[in-house]
């Protein structure tokens, strides 16, 4: 069964970016073993899940970007993206005819999603996916990727959350930049 994973680069006090939108920290803390999970993160998925504002941050970038001048582009490029919004009009990934529009985040599609044949499915940053998608339980594994930095303030992750969610740590990696990578589940009830 295909899993819908969160990836996310996040501040040690928890924010996704910093203030304006800011993630310099991350590109300027970016090294090859974070450009390896990257890579592997890719070859198991097949569908990545973007919320509006990461989408516009990314669509701006990677459609103009070819393997010579960013490792990775053109499997990004490639892979299919369901863009959730409900102010965009359309959706587009440049000459990639790969975006769909979705307006409601609907559980029993991304049920019946997980169930269909096929690679894992990513979101992408998107705190209000993953906000989203946390409150309704549609999250089978985060993968937490905490920076070495205390920002103040930001874009926290994980904000309103009506319930507590326990997690299972399933592993952790540590990066030579000081990064942790976090590998968690839904604890087991």
């Known amino acids: 069964m295909r899993k819908v994973i969160a990836s996310i680069f996040v501040s040690l006090d928890g924010f996704m970016v910093g203030p304006n939108e800011d993630m ?3 590109m300027n803390n970016f090294n090859d073993e974070m450009g390896k999970y990257a890579d592997k993160l890719q070859q198991s998925m097949d569908l990545i ?3 509006r504002v990461t989408y516009e941050i990314m669509n701006k970038v990677w459609p103009f970007q070819t393997e010579s001048t960013w490792p990775g582009a053109d499997r990004m490029n490639n892979i299919s993206k ?12 440049g000459k990639y005819d790969n975006a769909r529009l979705v307006r409601d985040i609907l ?3 991304i049920e019946k999603m997980k169930k269909r044949p096929g690679k894992d499915m990513v979101i992408y940053g998107s705190a209000s996916i993953v906000q989203t998608f946390t409150q309704l339980g549609l999250i089978d594994e985060y993968q937490l990727l905490v920076h070495p930095v205390i920002l103040g ?3 926290p992750l994980f904000k309103d959350i009506a319930k507590p969610v326990n997690l299972d740590l399933m592993k952790m990696e540590n990066y030579k930049n000081g990064v942790v990578v976090m590998y968690y589940a839904p604890a087991k009830k």
């Open 153 to 155: 303030s930001g874009k």
């Open 82 to 93: 369901m863009v959730f919004t409900k102010s965009l009009e359309t959706v587009e990934w």
């Open 107 to 109: 559980p029993v599609g």
């Open 49 to 51: 899940l973007l919320g």
């Open 24 to 26: 310099s920290w991350v």
